[in-house]
């Protein structure tokens, strides 16, 4: 069985962290099945999808590693030739690869 849902969530940008487990587990729940692959994804070139324990203090390390690895002040050829600011973003995006991110679902 296949079953496929589709949940919109905004981030803020620049290194947004949204905690999307309770959307998943209402998506499951609803889905009905109980053993699986659950499989995420973004449609967009400069998000992930990727597991880490959302408490606060990780998240504020986590935001000031990726600050440290691609400053969003940073000069990158890509905001030359696009003129759209999201040089850095692109430059994490790969480092983050989880895409897609597959869960394994035994209830």
Excluded at 15 to 22: C, E, F, N, R, S
Excluded at 68 to 84: F, L, P
């Amino acid at each position: 069985m296949i079953y496929s849902e589709y949940v919109n969530r905004e981030t803020k940008g620049y290194t947004d962290v949204l905690d999307i487990i309770k959307d998943v587990e209402r998506i499951i729940t609803r889905s009905g099945i109980t053993n699986g692959i659950v499989t995420l994804s973004v449609t967009s070139s400069t998000s992930v999808v990727t597991a880490v324990e959302f408490e606060p203090g990780l998240v504020a390390d986590f935001r000031k590693t990726l600050e440290v690895i691609a400053s969003v002040k940073g000069v990158y050829n890509h905001n030359e030739e696009w003129c759209d600011g999201n040089g850095f973003a692109h430059i994490l995006s790969p480092l983050n690869v989880h895409k897609p991110y597959q869960l394994y679902l035994n209830r």
